[in-house]
């Protein structure tokens, strides 16, 4: 149950890294109360996305800590505030990478609240409607929202597969829209775990022909499972035949996008949405973008909160589901290392039941 405390104040439990490199650690702490247009939810299940691991470890800058990580929410809301018309106590929501945004400027009105300058994200995000409080994300009990940015999700919607899709899902579905992928599209998928996968899902159901760049063949025949029609371990030109006209770059560590450029067809396009950390991200020079003339490249974040919705109706409409692998709160360091040292599949998804 989650406590509401006198001053209206939320009492929750989360998991957090209290330095870039200690342990995750139970830790107690509350949010704020429940606005006009909030709800409150329990959460019943938080995916673990490599973001997590880049901002706990202060890979994307020095993190606010204690730092509770996790923007891939499913639960139950159990409680509303007076306006809210979206949510009833006892419907499902999810819950993305952003908690609220101004609702007024030119991004918000075409509903790519992720590009609003006042965005406040999920968590290790300053939310100035909240007292410039830090937020705190997912690996936690309850999160307070604003309705607008809670998805609706139905009640027979399975979970435990619905968290991850409110990241891995929507950052993969949203370039393949923006790109057109359409029947024949042949579409790259670089980096082949919790985005990858999605990604790869996404493009054989809108009919591309797809294939898929990795360090390995751990998970080939996965990827043959899912439709892919090649699996490469190699970007050397005179090994990948077959030329682009979308590759969707997944990859979170360093690595050369010039060489997938090169992979392009003329008019194709690199999208990139893996963020490596900052010190070792990779540079695209003026030559190689010149050189490969004719070519787009650009950058996705998540996506916005109408087409978060349509993502979601649209994975539990063709049943798209993440592969997921249910872990429970102790075992969330385990997970880390897993993503890190190549020993992962595909996504965790820390069971938060029990912790209700
Ligand atoms: P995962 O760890 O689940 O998957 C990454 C995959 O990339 C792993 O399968 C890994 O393989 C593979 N990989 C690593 N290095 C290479 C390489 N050099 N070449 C080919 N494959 C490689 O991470 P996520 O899918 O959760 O996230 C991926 C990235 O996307 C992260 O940087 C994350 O921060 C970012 N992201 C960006 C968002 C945005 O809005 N732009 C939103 C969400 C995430 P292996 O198993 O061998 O390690
Ligand atoms: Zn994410």
């Not at 952003?98 to 290790?124: L, R």
Request: glycine share 8%.
């Amino acid at each position: 149950m989650s406590k509401i405390l006198n001053d209206g104040r939320i009492q929750s439990k989360g998991y957090a890294m209290l330095s870039k490199d200690s342990r995750f650690t139970p830790y107690e702490f509350t949010r704020h109360s429940i606005g006009d247009h909030d709800i409150l939810i329990k959460i019943l299940y938080a995916g673990i996305c490599h973001s997590d691991i880049h901002t706990a470890r202060s890979e994307w800058g020095e993190a606010v800590y204690p730092c509770v990580p996790g923007h891939e929410i499913a639960g139950e809301v159990v409680a509303v505030g007076k306006k809210v018309s979206k949510f009833k106590v006892g419907d499902y929501a999810g819950v993305g990478c952003m908690v609220n945004s101004c609702g007024e400027c030119e991004t918000c009105k075409i509903s790519q609240e992720q590009f609003c300058q006042k965005a406040v994200f999920t968590y290790n995000s300053v939310d100035i409607y909240h007292g410039n409080e830090n937020t705190y994300g997912g690996y936690s009990n309850n999160i307070v929202v604003s309705e607008r940015f809670a998805i609706c999700v139905p009640k027979d919607a399975p979970m435990e597969k619905v968290a991850p899709l409110l990241c891995a899902g929507i950052t993969t579905y949203s370039p393949l829209k923006f790109s057109k992928v359409k029947e024949g599209t042949k579409v790259g998928v670089a980096g082949f775990g919790g985005l990858g996968m999605m990604a790869v899902k996404y493009a054989v159901k809108m009919g591309a022909k797809v294939s898929v760049f990795a360090r390995n063949e751990n998970k080939k025949a996965e990827a043959l499972q899912m439709g892919v029609s090649e699996f490469y371990t190699s970007t050397d030109k005179n090994l990948v035949k077959e030329r682009f006209d979308l590759i969707l770059s997944t990859i979170p560590t360093p690595y050369n996008p010039v060489e997938y450029m090169e992979l392009l067809k003329f008019g194709g396009e690199l999208s990139i949405v893996g963020l490596p950390p900052y010190e070792v991200a990779p540079k695209i020079s003026v030559i190689d973008i010149v050189y490969n003339a004719g070519k787009k490249v650009y950058g996705s974040m998540i996506g916005g909160i109408a087409e978060t919705q349509e993502m979601l109706d649209f994975s539990l409409k063709h049943k798209i589901y993440p592969e997921t692998e249910l872990i429970q709160v102790h075992e969330i360091d385990k997970a880390y290392e897993n993503l890190t040292s190549g020993k992962a599949k595909f996504r965790y998804v820390i069971d938060m039941t029990k912790e209700n």
